[in-house]
């Protein structure tokens, strides 16, 4: 029997998304804390796995495979390989059906205890306003009640990333424009976007478009349009994110995975939010000793003037 197969074996459960993800990371590191003798499993899914392996808090990284409803050899291959790892304690970080469902392919026989909110786990997140507060503080509350009374805040600190192959030099801003697709409304016009870029450039720095693949025609766009801005959409590992951020002046974004990354990062980050998201549940937030995150909110983000945000931004900029 191997030293890892001897030791109390635990589970996080955090699937996704990015901003979600990024925001766990100091439960990651409280449970880690917490079971500092303990064999730490995450299960998470295939866009965050590479990600998860990097950081200092779990010894395996499970992938999940996400089975559709029909799939029946795939519900059952996970629920062997859950019951066969031996969890003394889980830790549903995602509280979603799918992971609630979890708790139930565990049965019939004795689960393990469990972290969440599934009706029956042996340690039940009590708070009647769960769904009302931040995700820090709810996820705060969740441990407290499993009997983790600190948590710290989001921490990026163990990220290492070389960015030196996009020959940033001098004065840069980060601009993160994208979203998910299916849901616009959550997006500043790009034509805003361009435009304060512009502004940027004028001002003596250089704009840099971050941004998944979905996002390459949108950096394209603002390069072609301001001479000085760089795209680098499509381009950036979530490690180099953080790395670009740290040497950044300032990001501005939408309410997007990318901007979690950037603002927990450190960097002096302006986030755009429409009536689509609510900022006093899911804002980034930057960590001690860095600029709070300021957030800017109008019902539709067609209404929010370009010369606000510069303003926002601008104050970041010095000399």
Same mark, same amino acid.
């Given at each position: 029997?191997?030293?890892? *197969? ?5 589970l996080v459960i955090r699937l996704g998304a990015l901003g979600d993800f990024v925001l766990s990371t100091g ?16 299960? $998470?899914?295939?866009?965050?796995? !590479? ?8 010894? &395996?990284?499970?992938? !999940? ?43 019939? *026989?004795?689960?393990p205890e469990w972290s969440g909110i599934v009706r029956g786990c042996s340690h039940p997140h009590r708070d009647p306003a769960r769904d009302h507060i931040h995700t820090i503080e709810r996820q705060q ?85 301001? &001479? ?27 309410? $997007? ?20 998201? *609510? ?25 929010? &003037?370009? *010369?606000?945000? &510069? ?9």
């Open positions: 029997m191997s030293a890892a *197969d001897q030791r109390t074996r635990v439960p990651f590191a409280a449970i880690r804390r917490h079971h500092a003798d303990a064999y730490v499993t995450l299960l $998470t899914t295939a866009p965050f796995a !590479d990600f998860a392996r990097a950081c200092p808090f779990f010894d &395996e990284v499970w992938v !999940d495979r996400r089975p559709a409803l029909w799939q029946i050899g795939g519900w059952l291959g996970l629920r062997k390989r859950l019951r066969g790892a031996g969890f003394a304690r889980v830790y549903d970080l995602q509280t979603s059906d799918r992971s609630g469902f979890y708790y139930r392919l565990l049965g019939p *026989d004795p689960r509350g969740q441990l407290a009640d499993a009997g983790i009374a600190s948590v710290p805040p989001p921490d990026l600190s163990w990220v290492a990333a070389d960015t030196g192959r996009f020959a940033l030099d001098g004065r840069y801003a980060l601009l993160v424009p994208g979203g998910a697709p299916h849901r616009p409304a959550k997006r500043w016009p790009v034509a805003n976007y361009l435009a304060l870029a512009q502004r940027l450039a004028a001002r003596g720095t250089t704009p840099v478009v971050i941004g998944g693949p979905g996002e390459t025609g949108i950096g394209a766009d603002i390069a072609r349009a301001c &001479e000085r801005a760089r795209d680098l959409t499509g381009q950036t590992s979530f490690t180099e994110i953080i790395a670009l951020a740290r040497d950044a002046s300032l990001a501005v974004g939408n309410d $997007t995975g990318p901007i979690h990354l950037i603002a927990s990062a450190g960097c002096p980050s302006v986030v755009l939010f429409s009536d689509a998201s *609510d900022p006093a549940l899911t804002a980034p937030r930057a960590p001690a000793g860095a600029p709070e995150v300021t957030v800017l909110r109008r019902n539709s983000l067609a209404a929010l &003037e370009v *010369d606000v945000v &510069e303003r926002s931004a601008v104050k970041f900029l010095s000399g």
